[in-house]
């Protein structure tokens, strides 16, 4: 069975850094999009980065030029920088992985980590 575990989450002032990591299991990341997604209690779960099956990363323009994905494929591990981050920032943050390109979408996601911003 795949899992996917976050970490790294926490509490920071806003303009502050933090980075997440998440360890997958079961699942070996060549050839797999590989993403980290984030959600508010009364919003739906959005998009923060993607690392597509060739390198190719994309980023939600609130996110873009602060936030940088990467991943680690002999630790089997994906991370989440985070930099001058905002309390609009503050969501649960979930890692998630794809069969095929990023195009094709998410089948195994985590159970997410708390990222708390305050100003």
């Known amino acids: 069975q795949v899992q996917l575990v976050e970490s790294g989450g926490g509490s920071v002032q806003a303009g502050g850094s933090l980075r997440l990591s998440c360890g997958i299991t079961g699942f070996h990341f060549v050839n797999h999009c590989l993403g980290w997604f984030r959600q508010s209690p009364g919003k739906e779960r959005e998009k923060v980065a993607t690392?597509?099956?060739?390198?190719?990363?994309s980023y939600t323009d609130s996110v873009k030029g602060r936030f940088t994905i990467s991943k680690d494929n002999a630790a089997n591990t994906l991370y989440l920088q985070m930099n001058t981050l905002s309390p609009e920032d503050t969501a649960m943050y979930y890692c998630?992985?794809?069969?095929?390109?990023?195009?094709?979408?998410?089948?195994?996601w985590g159970k997410g980590t708390l990222v708390t911003i305050s100003s």
């Open positions: 690392i597509d099956r060739d390198g190719t990363t």
């Open positions: 998630a992985a794809g069969l095929s390109y990023c195009v094709v979408g998410m089948t195994y």
